[in-house]
């Protein structure tokens, strides 16, 4: 008898579980708590995949995104937002707990990338990359119609592109990577410099504080109108359209999908980074046009895309 298809987000401490249904649908389980170091990670994974099964069931596939670098046989190789799972051997634990059911494993916007390709903002577009903008940036390629992994399944680490080595340092252990300018923390970071400068009163007001400046406190006054959190939208936006424009001169996208909780700051963002990207990317007057698009799959993308990568793998 064939069981369900499972797909898991790894959050840090919390797990996002779903059940793929047969019409495409998917059935949540409720968020659960989890330390997500090695042992207690295996066993919460495996007790969210039972429960998602059913009774007397066992799930045919799982899929399991992770915030980090997971090599081909589902070991932790880099981890820097989940420490206590590092070097763990994700992958041998869980087919050793679950020989019958196939496994994929992998990064957890590479997850979130497949996703919007086959059922969200990337769908009809064969070459399509995923820029996920949160506390760092995460992402996926899409080329010719296949997710691109890599030769260590490493690829499309977009937020460690270096755009300026004289800048911040990165936990990465690098300097002036990508995703310390265009991230929400980097985000937070100017609206912070800008409300302790005394030049974003609203931002000071919104957060209580002109150090507690966070990125959301941003983008809600420039939601608003705030002409100073516009104007620091706009400079965030152009950081965000440089690693884009570096992206698509690369790869040349027929689209590009950004996720993250950045992007529910909508327009305030989109609109700018369209701007900038347009005069950043190369031939941008006369190359067919590049759309930059908000994801449409949410928080729970990771999930599905890894539910989705899972029941269509090879058996294990
Ligand atoms: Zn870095």
């Not at 019958?100 to 957890?108: K, M, P, Q, S």
């Not at 990337?122 to 399509?128: L, V, W």
């Not at 327009?267 to 908000?294: K, N, S, Y």
Request: proline share 8%.
């Amino acid at each position: 008898m064939t069981g369900p298809a499972i797909g898991i987000d790894v959050g840090g401490t919390k797990l996002l579980a779903l059940r793929l249904e047969p019409d495409g649908s998917y059935v949540a389980d409720p968020e659960h708590p989890s330390p997500c170091t090695g042992p207690e990670l295996v066993r919460d994974v495996l007790a969210a995949a039972a429960r998602l099964s059913g009774p007397g069931r066992r799930p045919a596939s799982v899929g399991l995104g992770v915030p980090g670098l997971v090599d081909r046989d589902g070991r932790f190789v880099f981890a820097p937002n989940l420490p206590g799972a590092a070097g763990t051997a994700l992958g041998g634990a869980l087919r050793e707990a679950e020989p019958a059911c196939r496994f994929w494993i992998g990064n957890d916007a590479t997850a979130a990338c497949w996703a919007e390709h086959t059922r969200g903002a990337g769908r009809g577009h064969p070459d399509m990359l995923m820029v996920t903008l949160g506390t760092g940036i995460g992402g996926g390629i899409v080329s010719g119609g296949r997710l691109i992994e890599g030769a260590s399944r490493f690829s499309a680490e977009f937020g460690h592109m270096v755009v300026d080595p004289s800048g911040p340092p990165c936990p990465c252990g690098k300097r002036g990577c990508w995703e310390r300018f265009a991230s929400g923390a980097g985000l937070g970071e100017v609206g912070r410099e800008q409300a302790v400068a005394g030049r974003a009163p609203e931002l000071t007001r919104l957060a209580g504080h002109p150090e507690a400046v966070q990125g959301e406190h941003v983008t809600a006054a420039a939601a608003g109108g705030d002409a100073a959190a516009v104007e620091i939208m706009k400079r965030f936006a152009w950081w965000v359209a440089l690693g884009l424009a570096n992206l698509a001169n690369l790869l040349d996208p027929g689209v590009i999908v950004l996720g993250g909780g950045l992007v529910e700051a909508g327009a305030v963002l989109l609109e700018p980074t369209r701007q900038a990207f347009f005069e950043l990317v190369e031939a941008g007057e006369v190359r067919p046009p590049i759309d930059i698009v908000a994801a449409e799959l949410g928080a729970r993308a990771g999930a599905v895309g890894a539910a989705l990568l899972a029941a269509t793998s090879l058996p294990a």
